[in-house]
């Protein structure tokens, strides 16, 4: 069973930085697509960055120039580098994995003041 936990969530104030992880309980090798999507309250789920076979990566339009994603193969891990925050970055973050099937992490709540 697949398992994807978060870390790195909380408050930041605008303009602020956050640095999210995301660990899984295996290789991230064995997966094709790894990456973040996020749920403000009240909206839909939505893309934030996604890494595919290891090496492309892409990005949801309001994220693009302030968050980086990044792996590390080592820990089996993806990370996502969160600058510039914005109040409307604020949103439940979820680390999200295709392997054999969708796999989702938890969550963490990231909230920006303003």
């Known amino acids: 069973q697949v398992q994807l936990v978060e870390s790195g969530g909380g408050l930041a104030q605008a303009g602020g930085s956050l640095r999210l992880s995301c660990a899984a309980s295996?290789?991230?090798?064995?997966?094709?697509?790894i990456g973040w999507y996020r749920q403000a309250l009240g909206k839909q789920r939505e893309l934030v960055a996604l890494?595919?076979?290891?090496?492309?990566?892409n990005y949801g339009d309001s994220v693009k120039g302030r968050f980086t994603i990044s792996t590390d193969s080592a820990k089996n891990e993806v990370s996502l580098q969160m600058n510039n925050l914005k109040p409307e970055d604020t949103a439940v973050y979820y680390c999200?994995?295709?392997?054999?099937?969708?796999?989702w992490g938890q969550g963490t709540q990231v909230t920006v003041s303003s």
């Open positions: 999200y994995a295709r392997g054999r099937d969708d796999y």
């Open positions: 295996g290789s991230i090798f064995t997966f094709s697509v």
């Open positions: 890494v595919t076979r290891g090496v492309y990566t």
